[in-house]
């Protein structure tokens, strides 16, 4: 079974997937495309960690045995002797298509290249790659290191090995639920989740209810962790927005026609926890302060 595991991407998923595989004590080897996001990537696993400590969740010890299992990595040539690599990049095609072709140039046959892509084909990343039979989908829910789901998605030319060996780390290394899924845009989480969170921001138009009387009919009354407006804040606006045209695109159905709101907030920068503000107020750590 996989024990030394590629991530690429620095970013806020990505940071949560290699602090997830570290912390079950995977050889995790992280890069980015400039050593400036590479560095941040890694100074907020550290962030991460540390508010684990303040909650008592891990210790100091722990905490080291984490960052030793993390890896920085200047380039993808880097990967080259990694048994998984997981694909964590923005959902902007050409950048993954570029990115797939350059795994199957430099990775061994037998390793698996897996996507994190929530609404983007496998299909034709797999193609990219020139080994179509090795490409499979790992959606993880964020975040990854605490939700116990990951939609495995196969692509049209999916080995069936390919899946089984997916599935099996998923379940009996992760330990988290893997739920296959044939390929389709948005999958099961992300559309359910968008159009919930697209909903919402129509009844905000409206004047339906406030944010917060929006939010907490949900977590009080359906026992959500977070209501669909500050779920929104915490994915990105700019990510669900881009979500939900590329939905709109491929199924070409009104609903996912992307609230104007949600147009408005992403072009004034208010993006959600990332940036501070977003439908609710954010700190530095990303905890929630209005």
């Known amino acids: 079974m996989f024990r030394k595991i590629g991530v690429v991407g620095a970013g806020t998923m990505g940071q949560g997937i290699a602090e997830m595989l570290a912390a079950k004590g995977l050889d995790v080897h992280l890069t980015e495309k400039t050593p400036e996001k590479l560095q941040r990537g890694v100074e907020a696993i550290e962030l991460s960690l540390d508010r684990q400590i303040e909650r008592w969740a891990i210790t100091q010890a722990e905490k ?5 299992r993390i890896h920085p990595e200047p380039s993808l040539e880097h990967l080259s002797s990694c048994e998984l690599v997981i694909e964590t990049i923005s959902e902007e095609l050409d950048s993954k298509l570029a990115v797939f072709g350059q795994l199957g140039a430099i990775l061994p046959e037998t390793t698996i290249i897996a996507s994190n892509t929530s ?9 990219a790659a020139r080994r179509p039979e090795r490409v499979i989908g790992m959606h993880f829910v964020y975040p990854a290191i605490r939700i116990d789901v990951v939609e495995i998605i196969r692509g049209l030319q999916t080995s069936e090995e390919t899946f089984r060996d997916t599935k099996e780390f998923v379940e009996q290394v992760l330990g988290k639920k ?23 921001l129509h009844l905000l138009e409206e004047g339906v209810a ?20 500050e779920m929104a804040d915490r994915f990105g606006l700019d990510s669900v927005l881009a979500a939900l045209e590329r939905m709109f695109r491929e199924y070409g159905e009104l609903k996912y026609r992307p609230s104007i709101l949600l147009k408005k907030k992403v072009r004034a920068g208010q993006l959600g926890a ?4 977003g439908f609710f107020s954010y700190d530095k750590d990303g905890d929630r302060i209005g």
């Open 274 to 277: 990332k940036t501070g503000v």
């Open 210 to 229: 406030s944010a917060e009387d929006i939010d907490s009919s949900m977590r009080v009354g359906y026992r959500f962790q977070h209501g669909p407006l």
């Open 64 to 68: 080291k045995l984490i960052q030793n």
């Open 119 to 127: 609404t983007l084909s496998l299909t034709e990343l797999a193609g």
């Open 178 to 200: 893997g739920v296959m899924v044939f390929e389709s845009p948005g999958f099961v989480t992300t559309r359910l989740s968008c159009l919930l969170i697209n909903e919402a």
